[in-house]
């Protein structure tokens, strides 16, 4: 069974920076894609970062040159830096994951943490 759990969310003012970590366990052997994505009140949950197994990323437009996902050296660990924020980049934030190859569905996710930004 794989389990997600991110950190590292808070509060903080427009401009400021955060770092969120997402720590994977359980059937490690395998590949996996990550992904971040958040959700705001009132609002759909939307894609924000990826990367892959091999280690392309993808960004939304809204956070390209803002935000970075990485990976941390043991690969059981994602990180999505967060630069120049925004009061609209307020909104909870997911980790996921899916099996490389097995479709663009991501099946794993984390119970998400509050990111949020003043103006």
């Known amino acids: 069974q794989v389990q997600l759990v991110e950190s590292g969310g808070g509060l903080v003012q427009a401009g400021g920076s955060l770092r969120l970590s997402c720590a994977f366990s359980?059937?490690?052997?395998?590949?996996?894609?990550m992904g971040w994505f958040r959700q705001a009140p009132g609002q759909e949950r939307e894609f924000v970062a990826a990367t892959t197994w091999s280690g392309d990323t993808d960004y939304a437009d809204s956070v390209k040159g803002r935000f970075t996902i990485s990976k941390g050296n043991a690969k059981n660990t994602v990180y999505l830096q967060m630069n120049s924020l925004k009061p609209e980049d307020t909104a909870v934030y997911y980790c996921?994951?899916?099996?490389?190859?097995?479709?663009?569905?991501?099946?794993?996710w984390g119970q998400g943490t509050q990111v949020t930004v003043s103006s």
């Open positions: 996921a994951a899916r099996v490389t190859g097995e479709g663009t569905q991501y099946n794993y």
């Open positions: 359980g059937r490690t052997y395998r590949r996996y894609d």
